[in-house]
């Protein structure tokens, strides 16, 4: 028997069976896994991030699944949390995905570039969607303290670094929150390698829960 603590799919903690914004111009169901190495005050998904003990998992035969039968009317899966790269067994994860034949978006922040080249083995992984908090000096206090300025530099400059080879599979966006200046936003778009642009998202206040579906 598998330790359940090297399974990545002990972490799935929600199913949204259709989407039409977590992946523009798709129609894409979204798999939200719990658990994260940063603690963003803002984060719209703290409680399955922070918490992921106090709901409950969801049966991974059950949702691979209900993904094979809704298959004909979906172009492709979200995988989204939390935090996915930080999954025991990230491959895993990923190849156990892959044999569900559709296209697969990551989000991240970016925190784990080891395992963001590891997906980009995978052609399958067709965009790695990676969320910029914001200047490196505010990430203290954006992250909660769980990331310094020199750390998001290096990990997030690593992700730059893959970018430049293949930029067509990234997606780099940064969420307006409330602290954040049009100055702030400038200077985090400074970072993008050339010809590679920045997405500003709105800002949706946080969660009190994040239901499982």
């Known amino acids: 028997m598998q330790d359940p603590d090297l399974n990545p799919w002990q972490m799935l903690r929600g199913y949204q069976p259709f989407s039409l914004c ?5 129609i894409s169901a ?13 984060c719209h998904n703290a409680f399955l991030s922070w918490n992921p003990d106090q709901t409950s998992c969801l ?23 939390g935090e996915v790269t930080i999954l025991p067994r990230f ?20 925190f784990r570039p080891e395992a963001v080249r590891k997906a980009l083995e995978y052609d399958q992984v ?3 969607a990676v969320d910029i908090k914001g200047p490196w000096d505010m990430y203290p206090d954006l992250s909660g303290g769980y990331a ?5 530099e290096k ?3 690593e992700i730059f670094e893959l970018a430049r080879s293949c930029p067509e599979r990234f997606l780099f966006r940064c969420t307006r929150v409330p602290a ?6 400038q200077t985090v778009r400074s970072y993008l390698p050339k010809g590679i642009d920045l997405k500003v998202q709105a800002y949706m206040p946080p969660r009190i829960h994040q239901a499982t579906f």
């Open 22 to 26: 977590d992946w523009p111009g798709m």
């Open 30 to 42: 979204v798999l939200f896994f719990g658990g994260c190495n940063l603690r963003c005050p803002t």
């Open 59 to 81: 049966d991974c035969t059950e949702t691979l699944g209900r993904i094979a039968r809704n298959r004909k009317w979906l172009d492709g899966l979200v995988l989204s949390g």
């Open 91 to 110: 491959d895993v994860l990923l190849r156990d995905l892959l044999e569900a034949g559709l296209p697969l978006k990551l989000d991240t922040n970016g």
């Open 126 to 128: 067709r965009i790695i």
């Open 148 to 152: 310094g300025p020199g750390q998001a």
């Open 155 to 157: 990990c997030l400059g």
């Open 180 to 185: 954040l200046t049009d100055k702030d936003i």
